[in-house]
């Protein structure tokens, strides 16, 4: 079955320190990933997808077929990156099956 | 413009009663989703509607939930007889996806549900 394993419920690190959310996937075919972000008191966002190959506010993720990981990587951690972090699979043309998430916390 | 919105914010109701929410999506989105979120889980797919095609009505957990979206306006998520196990954050998205690729969800502010 296709699935999304967010192994923390919870990280907490201090700022500037590097940050890594983990993000494993179980799909039987060519994976998209994506990763979505809420911050306090807004609505979930996309951050960053895959196949873009992009650097958003310092945020990375790498999809390793490998290990089935995307993990989501920022080498300093800032406060303002305090948030949920969603790692979410594409199942079909349409759809995404989500992680349960990771709360993230930048402590000062 | 405006982004996605939803009403109510918050709903209490108590159990075996019905309740309506709502979702006005992005004017011009074709693509609406319904998800549910359950305290510490991650989304559930509810629903899925495209233009004027046929609802993807695979992910609603029961017949006690039906949703509704009159052409590319406003979906309303229905469900009859509520139980405490739906009290649930209620997602609404809307995307300019049209078939082939998925493209960003833009996301409501979400109803809180809350079944006595």
């Known amino acids: 079955a296709q699935r999304v394993t967010q192994p923390e419920k919870l990280l907490s690190v201090f700022k500037g320190a590097p940050v890594e959310l983990k993000c494993n996937y179980s799909?039987?075919?060519?994976?998209?990933l994506f990763w979505y972000v809420q911050y306090s008191r807004q609505r979930l966002q996309l951050l960053l997808r895959?196949?873009?190959?992009?650097s958003i506010k310092g945020f990375t993720a790498d999809l390793n077929k490998g290990e089935t990981s995307f993990h989501l990587k920022k080498p300093f951690a800032q406060e303002e990156d305090s948030a949920m972090y969603y790692c979410a699979l594409k199942e079909s043309n349409y759809q995404l099956i989500w992680g349960a998430g990771t709360k993230l916390i930048i402590k000062p | 413009g405006a982004g996605v919105s939803q009403s109510p914010s918050n709903k209490v109701t108590e159990k075996g009663k019905d309740v309506e929410l709502r979702c006005d999506p992005i004017s011009g989105h074709t693509a609406l989703y319904w998800y549910r979120q359950r305290l510490g889980q991650g989304l559930e797919f509810l629903i899925y509607?495209?233009?004027?095609?046929?609802?993807?009505k695979s992910g609603l957990p029961s017949d006690r939930f039906s949703a509704e979206r009159t052409g590319e306006s406003v979906s309303t998520l229905t469900i009859q007889r509520t139980q405490q196990e739906d009290s649930a954050v209620y997602l609404c998205?809307?995307?300019?996806?049209?078939?082939?690729?998925?493209?960003?969800?833009?996301f409501g502010p979400g109803t809180r549900l809350t079944v006595l």
């Open positions: 799909y039987s075919g060519s994976p998209e």
């Open positions: 895959h196949i873009s190959r992009e």
């Open positions: 509607f495209q233009g004027n095609s046929a609802p993807d």
């Open positions: 998205a809307s995307s300019p996806n049209s078939g082939g690729a998925v493209n960003e969800q833009f």
